[in-house]
Nanobody, 119 residues
Framework: QVDLRQSGGGSVQAGGTLSLSCVVF?????????MSWLRQARGKEREEVAR???????TYADSVKGRFTISKDDAKERLDLELNSLKPEDTAMYYC????????????RGQGTQVTVSS
């Protein structure tokens, strides 16, 4: 069983910065092979914006590459996302996700946190 608890997010003007954190509660944290951040804007499909694998391999969606940074702190069992140079189109509900396999869709998800970027 994996429980993900998110914090951070909020409202910011375009060009601003926000941070998201996701604490992972699991007896098998070290067995999690993939963790990611997803977002879903109103009326749009869910999009994975960043993924980090247990070996440190990182991938980003083209829409956020160069602006968002995903990282994890294995000692604290925490996943982070730094969002820089935010744009109004980044406005969405953001979710952290994790799984013991690196499937396209990861099974365990956090409760979600809203990010709103005004122009």
């Amino acid at each position: 069983q994996v429980d993900l608890r998110q914090s951070g997010g909020g409202s910011v003007q375009a060009g601003g910065t926000l941070s998201l954190s996701c604490v992972v509660f699991s007896h098998n944290y070290k067995s999690l092979l993939c963790m990611s951040w997803l977002r879903q804007a109103r009326g749009k499909e869910r999009e994975e914006v960043a993924r980090i694998e247990s070996d440190g391999t990182i991938t980003y969606a083209d829409s956020v590459k160069g602006r968002f940074t995903i990282s994890k702190d294995d000692a604290k069992e925490r996943l982070d996302l730094e969002l820089n140079s935010l744009k109004p189109e980044d406005t969405a509900m953001y979710y952290c996700a994790a799984d013991f396999r690196c499937y396209d869709s990861l099974e365990y998800r956090g409760q979600g946190t809203q990010v709103t970027v005004s122009s």
